[in-house]
């Protein structure tokens, strides 16, 4: 029993540990992210990511969609945006359904980028500023526009 209990004990601080050391891994990564050092930020984003980290997952999603600090892989970002997106990750949730709209890394399907959209826009933190940057954007192009009809939002 008392085997047991130290097991449990143990297991417990260890996935303190880890969960602390991902969140450090992706301050970390981000801050040089924000600071536009893209390739200093990658290797702490992947190791975050790698740890199941949700927004570490999101911007290394972006890292290979833009092309920041890696060779610009749309299907590495539409996993990485997928892995974010099913932790229910808002941003990422949007860009999923941005890459099933355009084809981008995966075969166009306008179900699932209505689908994910919608999940996005549901979003209790992050929904009405995706809402409002899409008809903000909307005078600037047509992809904006593209969505918000997919969504009924084109008013």
């Not at 355009?102 to 689908?115: H, I």
């Amino acid at each position: 029993m008392i085997r047991l209990l130290f097991f449990c004990l143990m297991l417990m601080s260890s996935i303190t540990i880890s969960a602390q050391s991902a969140d450090k891994l992706y301050d970390e990564g981000k801050k040089l992210y924000d600071q536009e050092q893209y390739k200093d930020a990658v290797p702490k984003l992947q190791a975050a990511a790698d740890k199941g980290h949700r927004k570490a997952q999101y911007r290394l999603g972006r890292c290979y969609d833009k092309g920041y600090g890696v060779k610009e892989n749309d299907q590495k970002a539409f996993e990485l945006y997928q892995k974010s997106a099913k932790q229910d990750y808002a941003k990422a949730q949007y860009q999923l359904g941005r890459c099933y709209l355009k084809g981008k890394g995966v075969a166009a399907n306008q179900e699932e980028a209505k689908k994910w959209l919608k999940r996005a826009i549901s979003d209790d933190k992050h929904g009405d500023e995706i809402l409002k940057d899409l008809r903000k954007a909307k005078a600037d192009g047509e992809e904006a526009t593209k969505i918000l009809t997919l969504l009924g939002k084109n008013k």
